[in-house]
């Protein structure tokens, strides 16, 4: 949802095909997973799912080694609480990274503190660069990068011409046609 994005006229999305067997997550800490965009009581049915798989899986889960069935359900209910939203946003069909450097620390993960809405904060930044680390290499930019879409604004063609400008830069092939105005009309 664009208006989810603040009061700022220049916003965008960007659509990147990242690889479902890269092996860069494991090297930068990162779990990919896809929003559940789910009502509340869909919600409590995959916990109670969860549960009953638990219940029919309980010889199995006893040969699985602690640590590792610990670290297996953190991981499903980190997860969920990050990536769970309304149903209402299902047309978004958003995945997320989740990067927890407390807990999986990535060497590669860079660190700088940022103010983001007058709020600072502490972002880490994903090296979409082949160059930073043989590691990373199929998750680079240009190799990933699938199109853009230009949010709702007055400033489409200023907006594209920059963003042309960028993604050549950047490597990306046939950047011209790879951006895409949203057709969501503007609101006052």
């Known amino acids: ?39 509340e009581s869909a919600a409590h049915n995959v916990v109670d799912n969860v549960i009953k798989n638990v219940e ?5 889960l006893q040969g699985v080694q602690r640590p590792v069935l610990v670290e297996t359900v953190f991981r499903m209910l980190l997860a969920g609480a990050v990536c769970l939203k309304h149903e209402g946003f299902h047309e978004e069909r958003e995945w997320r990274a989740i990067y ?25 930044e994903i090296p979409l660069d082949a160059k930073a680390s043989d590691q990373v290499a199929d998750l680079d930019f240009a190799k990933m990068f699938d199109h853009l879409i230009i949010g709702p604004t007055p400033y489409v063609w200023p907006m594209y011409e920059a963003l042309v400008d960028a993604l ?5 092939p046939d950047a011209s046609k790879r951006i895409v105005p949203s057709l969501i009309p503007i609101r006052a």
């Open 1 to 39: 949802m664009w208006r989810a994005f603040g009061a700022n006229p220049a916003r965008v999305a960007i659509v990147l095909n990242v690889p479902s067997d890269s092996l860069a997550s494991f090297a930068l800490g990162i779990t990919f997973s896809p929003v559940a965009y789910l009502s």
């Open 168 to 172: 050549v830069k950047s490597g990306v």
């Open 100 to 124: 927890q450097p407390k807990i999986w620390p990535s060497p590669l993960m860079k660190s700088s503190t940022v103010v983001v809405a007058g709020v600072p904060q502490v972002i880490y």
């Open 56 to 60: 029919c899986d309980c010889v199995f």
